[in-house]
């Protein structure tokens, strides 16, 4: 499921990418309204594992450096 932020589905970035095989990057991204940086990881992404590349990530962190210790957290409570 797309967060209410996200641009396009993976079938729209799938376009795009396409697109991309014949024109300029940012000349793709200009008329589609993403950034070129956007756009460019989304190639790279790409040809990088195929269609799978495109689908939605997670935007959640993959780790917490400055998390409180489970010791802490177990004294307070």
């Known amino acids: ?8 589905t993976a079938a729209g970035r799938l376009r795009l990418v396409t697109r991309c095989q014949t024109r300029p990057i940012a000349h ?9 940086q956007c756009l460019s990881k989304w190639v790279n992404r790409y040809r990088a ?4 590349g495109l689908l939605d ?3 959640a962190p993959h780790s917490s450096p400055s998390q409180t210790p489970d ?3 177990e004294l307070i409570e």
């Not at 499921?1 to 396009?8: G, N, V």
């Open 1 to 8: 499921m797309s967060h209410a932020s996200a641009p396009l």
């Open 28 to 36: 793709v991204a200009a008329e589609a309204g993403v950034s070129r």
């Open 49 to 52: 594992s195929g269609d799978a």
């Open 57 to 59: 990530r997670s935007s």
């Open 71 to 73: 010791g802490v957290v």
